[in-house]
């Protein structure tokens, strides 16, 4: 059982940065893989950045390689989002995600991930 909680989300000027933050908790033996989701309203959840931590691979959608970092915390057990150089199609709920299986690499698959936070909002204007 996981359990996974996001916060660090808010209203920014474009070309600001945030940074979101992913607490999990329970066990986690099985979730090595985990991923950050976004969707905004009338669009499908898309896969944003994914990081696996027991190989150090990570993944970056295309609309925000250059300028999101996924990382984690191993000893906080704590995922990040950096989040740089925003634009205002990067406003959207944002989700972290993780595996609900032992996997070797990172997760492209929005089916492998069976544990998910809550969601938080992130505002870019103009």
Do not use: H
């Not at 329970?26 to 991923?35: L, N």
């Not at 990040?80 to 690499?105: H, I």
């Amino acid at each position: 059982q996981v359990r996974l909680v996001e916060s660090g989300g808010g209203l920014v000027q474009a070309g600001g940065s945030l940074r979101l933050s992913c607490a999990a908790s329970g066990r986690t033996f099985s979730s090595t893989a985990m991923g950050w989701f976004r969707q905004a309203p009338g669009n499908e959840r898309e896969l944003v950045a994914a990081f696996n931590w027991s190989g150090g691979s990570t993944y970056y959608a295309a609309s925000v390689k250059g300028r999101f970092t996924i990382s984690r915390d191993n000893i906080k057990n704590t995922m990040y989002l950096q989040m740089n150089r925003l634009k205002p199609e990067d406003t959207a709920v944002y989700y972290c995600a993780a595996g609900r299986a032992q996997y070797t690499g990172v997760l492209v698959t929005t089916g492998d991930y069976g544990y998910w936070g809550q969601g938080t909002q992130v505002t870019v204007s103009s």
